[in-house]
């Protein structure tokens, strides 16, 4: 299983080139996605998402948040701002999903490469 970012599901959805875009499409053929609870809310928040994109996140898997998350998530926080990184809390909160479930994150958001560095979040 993989876990895209926010920004990676989006650029999918809106069609935009790049590799993260094909490879997810084939991580999609062979339901081989979760999604994050965060990038589940990031993407419904959306007010102009089109129907057929909903029905597309709604049929994915999502992972669970598992007892005690909210804590590591900060203490994650924690660990980053003291190796001198700002993590926003979205960020902090998907790179612990995927953590946690300890499969890798696709993006293209290159503030995740800091949660590599720090912690071992494998990066796609």
């Keep these: ?3 895209p970012d926010t920004n990676c599901v989006i650029a999918y959805l809106a069609g935009d080139p790049g590799a993260d875009v094909e490879f997810l499409d084939k991580l999609l ?3 081989m996605v979760a999604l994050s609870p965060v ?3 990031e993407l ?3 007010p102009a998402l089109p129907t057929e994109a909903e029905m597309l996140i709604r049929s994915l898997p999502e992972l669970h948040v598992a007892p005690g ?3 590591r998530a900060g203490k994650l926080r924690a660990q ?4 001198g990184y ?3 809390l979205a960020d902090t909160l998907i790179a612990q999903s995927c953590l946690d479930h300890q499969i890798p994150l696709l993006t293209r958001d290159l503030g995740f490469r800091r949660f590599a560095k720090v912690v071992g979040l494998q990066l796609l």
Excluded: I
């Design 44 to 46: 419904l928040s959306d």
């Design 69 to 71: 998350y909210w804590q």
């Design 80 to 83: 980053l701002a003291q190796k």
């Design 1 to 3: 299983m993989v876990c």
């Design 86 to 88: 700002k993590a926003r």
């Design 29 to 31: 053929e062979r339901k």
């Design 39 to 41: 990038v589940v809310a």
